[in-house]
């Protein structure tokens, strides 16, 4: 298991890190998530011992690592630019690793080309063995990468943004890759990324960071389905906002008014509700119809979602809204088309230096009943 403990980094007046205490349980993918500058990259090479905290420890396996040299951690690490040797065969690359080991430790050389072989199979690539990298694809290279980070048998793997510099494609096809292979292996990993979808589709677990400090740690779907802030409500994906007052369990935004039963006791506060736009419910108006008029301004229906951007009457500002492909063609949208929006659930925020209540993790709400002339 590795282990962090109040760890601070700073870089002259940039906080990069804020006492950020974590455990990364053995044998688990995590992701780091966040935007740039969160301190998920910094975090990452503090572990593999590339940088060093200015207070705080790294525990591996509940030993303190942290004055340990880089090659004393036994990390395997994987960059995004790959950082393989471009004079060296792919056979060589792999064995670098090994063949660089303490002569007390260093395997024979059968030894070692057998282990070579190994994972060349084991990343699907034995027929490359005599290519040089330039010969190589990007997400070839990548993998070749990934299997000379294991030919040294890691306590854990590290993995800063391995997909990032390919193309859409490549990249969900290797981020499949990857899950199937640490299901195969399970090795302790952690991988830096600011792609929402990679990390909701690879990783056991998510730590969502923000400013140098966590937001919130949980499992994919706990982390998109209950996201604890208004930070990880909007990071994770599109998202609509109702700016408006809460008073006893009411959010009341530009004259419509939503449930918020979670915050019952609050008198008065500014309040933000979240809604994703698949939890919209679309349907034709009609006058005295319960929620907000809009009007249809873009329409984009290709597979089986349609996107919707929705005009609101009474501000301009723009809603968006996905639903099925069936539905769209039910409703026989087209631009212009005058429409009511109904969120199905919404989650409502207040603001906290007035002291209104925290909501807990997974509150939600529902639409109240709101007639719009």
Aim: with cysteine.
């Amino acid at each position: 298991m590795i282990e962090v403990r109040n760890i601070n980094k700073r870089f002259g007046g940039f906080v990069a890190l804020n006492d950020v205490s974590l455990n990364f349980p053995a044998g688990e993918l995590t992701a780091l998530l966040g935007p740039s500058g969160c301190g998920k990259t910094t975090l990452l090479r503090i572990i593999a011992g590339l940088e060093r905290p200015d207070s705080g420890q790294v525990l591996l396996d509940g030993e303190d690592a942290s004055m340990r040299h880089v090659r004393e951690r036994q990390v395997g690490f994987v960059f995004q630019h790959y950082a393989l040797f471009k004079h060296m065969s792919v056979f060589e690359n792999i064995a670098f690793g090994l063949r660089v080991k303490p002569r007390n430790v260093r395997p024979s050389e059968a030894q070692i080309r057998s282990k070579v072989a190994q994972l060349l199979e084991l990343v699907q690539l034995d027929w490359l063995a005599d290519r040089y990298p330039p010969q190589l694809s990007g997400g070839q290279r990548q993998r070749i990468a990934l299997a000379r980070a294991l030919a040294v048998e890691p306590r854990v793997l590290l993995l800063d943004e391995p997909f990032g510099a390919l193309d859409a494609k490549v990249r969900k096809e290797l981020r499949r890759w990857l899950r199937r292979l640490h299901d195969e292996l399970h090795v302790t990993s952690i991988f830096v990324t600011h792609d929402q979808e990679e990390a909701l589709e690879v990783a056991d677990r998510i730590v969502l960071m923000n400013k140098g400090q966590v937001e919130q740690i949980g499992a994919p779907d706990e982390v998109y389905n209950h996201p604890a802030s208004p930070f990880v409500y909007g990071f994770l994906g599109n998202v609509n906002l109702f700016h408006g007052r809460v008073h006893e369990g009411v959010l009341e935004a530009n004259g419509v008014t939503f449930d918020a039963p979670d915050h019952a006791h609050a008198q008065d506060v500014d309040g933000i509700g979240f809604v994703r736009p698949h939890d919209l419910e679309i349907d034709r108006y009609t006058p005295g119809a319960p929620g907000i008029a809009v009007r249809l301004a873009r329409s984009h229906a290709i597979g089986p979602l349609a996107q919707l951007d929705l005009l609101r009457n009474d501000d301009a500002t723009v809603i968006e809204a996905v639903i099925s492909t069936e539905r769209f063609s039910a409703l026989a949208l087209k631009v212009g088309d005058a429409l009511v929006v109904r969120p199905r659930r919404m989650q409502v925020f207040v603001d906290r230096e007035i002291g209104a209540p925290a909501p807990p993790i997974g509150a939600r709400s529902e639409i109240a009943r709101q007639s719009v002339a």
